[in-house]
């Protein structure tokens, strides 16, 4: 029996949306894999978010001056307090983005909107954010090593791409 021809062509058609980035610079497989990946992340935020930190000062101590939080040394950042708190908005706000703004662009814009108007009062640039992107992904891979595809690497990218492409 043959389908109504509304519907011929429909299973063509969402086969070819999976795998074509959408307004939020994703394509379903990659918000699959990265809803899931998010979901063992954000089981301990504080963790994560103070070693992606603490990594992050460490590539780039030159970041440190941005922060008040940044007295003594990288190595001392492990137990401050203020950065675990900075931290743990950081590990929220892209919770957020992923659980709630992929499903929804207009949120997902208003968001970054709202990131951008907060980080060009200190002067944020486009690689500023670029370059904690860059080690929010390859802390996060790492963690989630037995996790680890193609497409996780990819939505990492595609995700933190267009938090970063928000700067322009």
């Known amino acids: 029996m043959s389908r109504p021809s509304s519907l011929a062509g429909s299973d063509e058609e969402e086969q070819t949306n999976y795998h074509t980035p959408d307004e939020t610079g994703l394509t379903k497989s990659q918000k699959v894999a990265l809803v899931a990946a998010w979901s063992i992340v954000k089981k301990d935020l504080v963790t994560h978010g103070r070693n992606i930190f603490v990594m992050f000062f460490e590539?780039?101590?030159?970041?440190?001056?941005?922060?008040?939080?940044?007295?003594?040394?990288?190595?001392?950042?492990?137990?401050?307090?203020?950065?675990?708190?900075?931290?743990?908005?950081?590990?929220?706000?892209?919770?957020?983005?992923?659980?709630?703004?992929?499903?929804?662009?207009?949120?997902?814009?208003?968001?970054?909107?709202?990131?951008?108007?907060?980080?060009?009062?200190?002067?944020?640039?486009?690689?500023?954010?670029?370059?904690?992107?860059?080690?929010?992904?390859r802390y996060c891979l790492k963690a989630l090593e037995q996790h680890r595809t193609k497409t996780l690497e990819e939505a990492f990218g595609a995700f933190l791409g267009t938090v970063a492409a928000a700067f322009e």
């Open 59 to 137: 590539e780039y101590p030159q970041y440190l001056d941005y922060f008040d939080f940044a007295t003594g040394s990288v190595g001392d950042l492990g137990e401050n307090r203020s950065l675990h708190a900075h931290a743990l908005n950081v590990m929220n706000f892209i919770g957020t983005l992923i659980d709630y703004g992929l499903n929804d662009p207009a949120l997902l814009k208003c968001s970054l909107a709202k990131l951008v108007r907060n980080h060009r009062k200190r002067n944020v640039t486009k690689e500023d954010v670029g370059a904690v992107g860059g080690v929010i992904m």
